[in-house]
């Protein structure tokens, strides 16, 4: 039976690359909803989905209830129906695709989940 030395090496790999996604994501967050050094900015809801992995997204890139979307404040002059249709889940096979790649490459899920359409 070999020695701790392989697992614990596969562990500390796996560690790193968890770090190393996890400031990616941050980062993202940092510079995609707060706005650090970025002029112009993405739908907040759009980004916010794709951080927190809620397998949904937003329609046309376009929420109309962030402060990026309508940028006057004037949320009332959408209606809350059109609000909702801009979000929309994905379907149960895309979630399945989207797992299936990022599973096979981690590095690649910090951007992958932060997709619009
Ligand atoms: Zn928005």
Request: charged share 20%; aromatic share 6%.
């Amino acid at each position: 039976m070999p020695g701790p030395g392989p697992y614990l090496k596969e562990l500390m790999r796996l560690h790193d690359e968890r770090q190393q996604n996890e400031r990616s994501n941050f980062e993202y967050l940092l510079t995609h909803y707060i706005g650090v050094n970025q002029e112009q900015r993405q739908c907040l809801r759009a980004v916010l989905l794709g951080y927190l992995k809620t397998n949904e997204v937003v329609v046309g890139g376009k929420c109309y209830g962030c402060s990026v979307c309508v940028p006057d404040l004037n949320f009332q002059q959408y209606p809350v129906s059109l609000r909702r249709q801009a979000v929309v889940r994905l379907m149960p096979e895309t979630v399945a695709l989207m797992e299936k790649i990022e599973s096979s490459n981690p590095l690649l899920s910090a951007n992958l989940t932060k997709m619009q359409i």
